[in-house]
């Protein structure tokens, strides 16, 4: 009882409290704690106030978005748990008659012929039938609701329900008139004497039904939506989130033109016509595209051009595969952008160095210039080009014509947004699903745009919407069949699990268990207590010594350089180095093209794989090569640049041979300035590699018997290249192989006892022989 009592004193205070704010603001800023206790509170124990919460849910959603049918389904809700709270019975029936404009959908009948055969028109009559006699029955439950809106509303909404009841009332009484018609006429057709009077009569009913159902859907058209009252562009552009140099520039832009054209209206003379090609810049999602069709609206509004359209093309609908083909696409696309704006994205893949001679993304360029110019289309559209802003200069640098269309004041470029912006960007597309997000949900909103957040191929806006959906998904699939209010209209810290797996285990741990590796066990851990040190000394405001953490592993194959990798990629992110801590495993022929061009390119898209991670580049020393045309000095100078572009967001691992990796680290100072970090991996020692045989025995529940170690070490002692921990790991599988056989030598399975668990030295012995390593 007393427990009861506390919750309801919390409740009361609460309530007061967003009383006051929802009186104050309208709405009520964390509507998830709202919602939160309102699913915590019982109907049975808190009827009143779980009456009361529901009511101000209802208000504060409808002070963001007006009265929905979410709002309204709250507001039944607290009617019916407290029929006395009249502020909540008021604010239902004033609004509840937008709940009625779907009532009259299901009020549709088939088309009604005379010349239909005697089958068709009783299949019709049936039909009609069908349809009046479910309207009927549900119209008078409907038009009860109204008469009792009628009643409690005041003002404008009482004139709303008087006329909708009118109309409703109206509605039922031609709907019975038109069953009744429609009953006459399917006896008429059974009967001798059939009389086209009921088929007119249905007619007429029917016109009249049609007519009073557009009366009933104009009651409920807002005039806000009406296409005249277009809303202005300067104003859509500053409800966008952040980009306030862009809507400065914007501003300009939009000032510049309307200065222009009042010069011209007053009839001042302009040599040159008005130029309203653009160039917009920035990285995915930074809204390139929704800035373009603003400029169309602007342009529109203005009257510098006579539409708003924005046609949207990009290469693959340009250039295309045959000679003629291109001219004839590029000027399709001018043509129905007459008017309006053509916006090309992506532009700088029209024509890209290193491009074969048959491709005609140079007859794309020199077509949209020549149209551009010239008298037939020339003025009559423009033209906005889109796409990364390093790829865009040199694509204008490259086609001095097109660059003359664009000078540097019709610039704009879209910086990417912050982290503060892209929380906003994603709790209003919540928002605009009917979701709320609680303050676990923000973190997980956060955590996940923080590790998203990886390289300038990240999608800005457009990446957190993404998030925003997957969370929605996530939710939807794990509710039950009966979701509960959180289900339906709250996000939580759960529906943000990150998408990259989750590092299964601690990689301190790991590191540990394995075997040997002492000198590099140390190592590595020497590195991570100097990590730490210089985290402690930044969050005290204390001077950093710089970390450097790429890193050289040398060896011999076999040596553990890929497992230390993996494990070397988790540490980073468990200190928080790293944001995604995967391994990324490359060789030369990860990087190195065949052809002029194409070397960085292919070097950069692996290097994007790995970014919030470790790339390990296995016999790295590979890369370098004497002969002629090689392009693997290409890859050297494009990683050395991308380390240095990406700088703590990635992490590279050169493996290999000693003297050949000193060979390669000497061919490029660049490169060599670059890795300060090296780890030795020595050969396993005989012990070392039995233990990693046993290990990998006892994990499929083998036991190596005391003969076979006996001889494993024998065997093994002095033996080349003996200390390569792959070579035992395909020894003890060979000898699992070997000893299957040799048990079931006869083909048949018989009760082998402890025999199925023991790997003797026989099993070894030929294992060594399959393998190419007889024993002494």
Same mark, same amino acid.
């Given at each position: 009882?007393?427990?009861?009592?506390?919750?309801?004193?919390?409740?009361?205070?609460?309530?007061?409290?967003?009383?006051?704010?929802?009186?104050?603001?309208?709405?009520?800023?964390?509507?998830?704690?709202?919602?939160?206790?309102?699913?915590?509170?019982?109907?049975?124990?808190?009827?009143?106030?779980?009456?009361?919460?529901?009511?101000?849910?209802?208000?504060?959603?409808?002070?963001?978005?007006?009265?929905?049918?979410?709002?309204?389904?709250?507001?039944?809700?607290?009617?019916?748990?407290?029929?006395?709270?009249?502020?909540?019975?008021?604010?239902?029936?004033?609004?509840?008659?937008?709940?009625?404009?779907?009532?009259?959908?299901?009020?549709?009948?088939?088309?009604?012929?005379?010349?239909?055969?005697?089958?068709?028109?009783?299949?019709?009559?049936?039909?009609?039938?069908?349809?009046?006699?479910?309207?009927?029955?549900?119209?008078?439950?409907?038009?009860?609701?109204?008469?009792?809106?009628?009643?409690?509303?005041?003002?404008?909404?009482?004139?709303?329900?008087?006329?909708?009841?009118?109309?409703?009332?109206?509605?039922?009484?031609?709907?019975?008139?038109?069953?009744?018609?429609?009953?006459?006429?399917?006896?008429?057709?059974?009967?001798?004497?059939?009389?086209?009077?009921?088929?007119?009569?249905?007619?007429?009913?029917?016109?009249?039904?049609?007519?009073?159902?557009?009366?009933?859907?104009?009651?409920?058209?807002?005039?806000?939506?009406?296409?005249?009252?277009?809303?202005?562009?300067?104003?859509?552009?500053?409800?966008?989130?952040?980009?306030?140099?862009?809507?400065?520039?914007?501003?300009?832009?939009?000032?510049?033109?309307?200065?222009?054209?009042?010069?011209?209206?007053?009839g001042y003379r302009t040599k040159e016509t008005l130029n309203l090609n653009m160039i917009i810049t920035g990285n995915p999602g930074t809204g390139k595209t929704t800035i373009a069709r603003l400029l169309a609206k602007i342009y529109n509004r203005l009257g510098i051009l006579p539409r708003a359209d924005v046609i949207e093309t990009d290469r693959?609908?340009?250039?295309?595969?045959?000679?003629?083909?291109?001219? %004839?696409? $590029?000027?399709?696309?001018?043509?129905? !952008?007459?008017?309006?704006?053509?916006? =090309? /994205?992506? &532009?700088?893949?029209? *024509?890209?160095?290193?491009?074969?001679?048959?491709?005609?993304?140079?007859?794309?360029?020199?077509?949209?210039?020549?149209?551009?110019?010239?008298?037939?289309?020339?003025?009559?559209?423009?033209?906005?080009?889109?796409?990364?802003?390093?790829?865009?200069?040199?694509?204008?640098?490259?086609?001095?014509?097109?660059?003359?269309?664009?000078?540097?004041?019709?610039h704009i470029h879209l910086p990417d947004y912050s982290d503060e912006e892209l929380m906003q960007i994603g709790e209003q597309a919540a928002w605009d699903n009917d979701y709320v997000l609680t303050?676990?949900?923000?973190?997980?909103?956060?955590?996940?745009?923080?590790? %998203?957040? $990886?390289?300038?191929?990240?999608?800005? !806006?457009?990446?957190?919407?993404?998030? =925003? /959906?997957? &969370?929605?998904?996530? *939710?939807?699939?794990?509710?039950?069949?009966?979701?509960?209010?959180?289900?339906?209209?709250?996000?939580?810290?759960?529906?943000?699990?990150?998408?990259?797996?989750?590092?299964?285990?601690?990689?301190?741990?790991?590191?540990?268990?394995?075997?040997?590796?002492?000198?590099?066990?140390?190592?590595?851990?020497?590195?991570?207590?100097?990590?730490?040190?210089q985290q402690y000394r930044r969050d005290r405001g204390l001077p950093e010594v710089p970390i450097q953490l790429h890193s050289v592993f040398t060896g011999n194959p076999g040596t553990g350089k890929t497992t230390v990798a993996k494990i070397y990629a988790e540490l980073l992110k468990d200190c928080g180095i790293l944001k995604r801590g995967h391994l990324i495993i490359g060789s030369r022929a990860d990087f190195v093209a065949g052809y002029v061009g194409q070397t960085a390119g292919k070097t950069r898209k692996k290097i994007r794989e790995a970014l919030g991670g470790v790339l390990f580049i296995d016999e790295a020393y590979s890369l370098l090569s004497e002969s002629e045309g090689d392009f693997g000095r290409e890859v050297i100078e494009t990683l050395v640049e991308e380390m240095t572009r990406h700088n703590e967001n990635l992490v590279v691992v050169l493996a290999g041979y000693p003297a050949e990796m000193n060979i390669l680290l000497e061919s490029n100072p660049g490169l060599k300035s670059r890795f300060k970090k090296f780890f030795n991996f020595d050969d396993y020692s005989v012990g070392e590699l039995l233990d990693i045989m046993e290990t990998r025995a006892e994990q499929y529940q083998y036991t190596v018997s005391q003969r076979a170690k006996e001889f494993l070490v024998h065997s093994l002692s002095g033996a080349e290249n003996h200390g390569n921990g792959r070579l035992a790991i395909n020894i003890i599988d060979e000898a699992i192989q070997t000893q299957a056989f040799r048990l079931m030598e006869n083909g048949e399975i018989g009760d082998f006892g402890k025999e199925a668990v023991i790997l003797e030295d026989v099993d070894f012995k030929t294992a060594l022989e399959k393998l190419g390593r007889g024993g002494k």
């Open positions: 009882m007393e427990e009861h009592q506390r919750k309801g004193n919390i409740g009361v205070q609460k309530i007061k409290k967003w009383e006051e704010e929802l009186k104050k603001n309208g709405f009520i800023a964390d509507e998830a704690e709202l919602l939160i206790l309102i699913s915590k509170l019982s109907a049975e124990k808190h009827p009143g106030e779980l009456s009361s919460l529901l009511s101000l849910a209802a208000a504060s959603r409808a002070g963001r978005k007006g009265i929905d049918p979410v709002a309204l389904d709250w507001l039944e809700k607290a009617v019916a748990l407290n029929p006395t709270d009249t502020r909540s019975r008021i604010a239902l029936s004033t609004h509840k008659w937008k709940g009625k404009v779907e009532i009259l959908s299901s009020l549709v009948f088939p088309v009604l012929r005379e010349t239909d055969n005697p089958a068709a028109k009783k299949k019709t009559a049936e039909q009609f039938l069908s349809v009046c006699q479910q309207f009927l029955a549900e119209g008078e439950g409907h038009l009860e609701d109204l008469r009792q809106g009628m009643k409690i509303s005041a003002g404008s909404s009482s004139d709303i329900y008087t006329r909708l009841t009118s109309l409703l009332e109206e509605i039922l009484q031609e709907t019975a008139a038109l069953l009744k018609a429609s009953l006459e006429y399917d006896e008429s057709i059974a009967g001798v004497f059939h009389t086209s009077l009921h088929y007119e009569e249905m007619k007429e009913k029917l016109k009249n039904i049609d007519l009073l159902k557009n009366s009933w859907e104009a009651e409920f058209t807002d005039a806000s939506e009406s296409p005249s009252n277009q809303t202005d562009p300067l104003d859509e552009l500053n409800n966008m989130v952040g980009l306030l140099s862009v809507k400065n520039r914007v501003r300009d832009h939009y000032r510049y033109l309307s200065y222009q054209k009042k010069r011209k209206d007053l693959s609908q340009l250039v295309g595969s045959f000679v003629g083909q291109t001219e %004839e696409n $590029v000027r399709k696309a001018v043509e129905s !952008a007459l008017g309006g704006v053509l916006f =090309i /994205d992506e &532009a700088y893949s029209l *024509k890209r160095a290193g491009q074969s001679g048959n491709d005609y993304g140079q007859t794309a360029i020199d077509t949209l210039v020549s149209l551009m110019t010239g008298n037939d289309y020339g003025g009559n559209f423009a033209v906005i080009l889109a796409g990364y802003t390093e790829e865009m200069r040199q694509f204008l640098a490259a086609n001095p014509g097109l660059r003359s269309r664009f000078p540097t004041s019709s303050e676990g949900a923000r973190e997980g909103l956060r955590q996940r745009i923080v590790l %998203e957040r $990886v390289d300038e191929t990240f999608g800005n !806006a457009r990446t957190v919407r993404s998030i =925003i /959906d997957d &969370a929605v998904f996530k *939710k939807g699939a794990e509710s039950g069949n009966e979701p509960d209010l959180l289900s339906l209209s709250l996000l939580e810290q759960e529906d943000f699990s990150a998408p990259f797996p989750v590092q299964g285990g601690d990689p301190h741990a790991e590191l540990e268990q394995l075997i040997g590796l002492k000198e590099i066990k140390e190592e590595v851990k020497s590195l991570f207590s100097f990590i730490r040190m």
